[in-house]
């Protein structure tokens, strides 16, 4: 199990990172509040999984309006890993702040990680799971479970991979 949480730690940062891009349903990322420069950094934003498997203590993205991104994570040793890819996401709703997302990751590795999130103001709170290739036991969050949803073998984790950015 510590193998997959690693493997899940190290994708999760891949996925945290990532940004949106538009879908056919006409989602116009130029005024999708996700478009922007995110830190997440510390106790209480960085996610406690990535923080303790990883040791991941800064998390830079850039989410960028043709729907693309790049986020570097930085380690307890200031070790720096690149990640980018493409994102699409559901469209917002006024009756629900939170959000489906899909990740297309490229670079280091071709993975594909879906989760949700939600933008209040300059605070983005995000939580995905790689999903393809899937991690056994592992399901990823969603809008009916909300925050803390991702699970292994049907457990909730809770804040384990709740990951918390703020806008630069």
Do not use: H
Not at 110 to 131: H, N, P, R
Not at 138 to 154: H, K, L, Y
């Amino acid at each position: 199990m510590k193998n997959s949480l690693t493997l899940l730690a190290i994708l999760a940062v891949a996925f945290t990172f990532s940004a949106c891009k538009s879908d056919s349903t006409g989602n116009d990322s130029s005024t999708d509040a996700l478009v922007g420069t995110w830190k997440s950094e510390g106790v209480g934003n960085v996610a406690p999984g990535l923080a303790s498997l990883s040791k991941t203590r800064k998390i830079d993205a850039k989410f960028f309006k043709n729907g693309t991104y790049t986020v570097v994570s930085t380690d307890s040793t200031n070790a720096t890993v690149t990640f980018s890819g493409t994102w699409v996401a559901s469209e917002p709703v006024a009756t629900q702040p939170i959000r489906t997302i899909v990740l297309n990751q490229t670079v280091p590795s071709s993975i594909v990680a879906s989760g949700i999130f939600k933008v209040e103001g300059t605070l983005l709170t995000y939580e995905v799971l790689q999903t393809s290739p899937a991690i056994p036991g592992f399901s990823a969050p969603t809008i009916a479970g909300g925050f803390g949803s991702t699970s292994f073998n049907n457990f909730a984790l809770g804040a384990t991979w709740i990951q918390k950015f703020t806008k630069q």
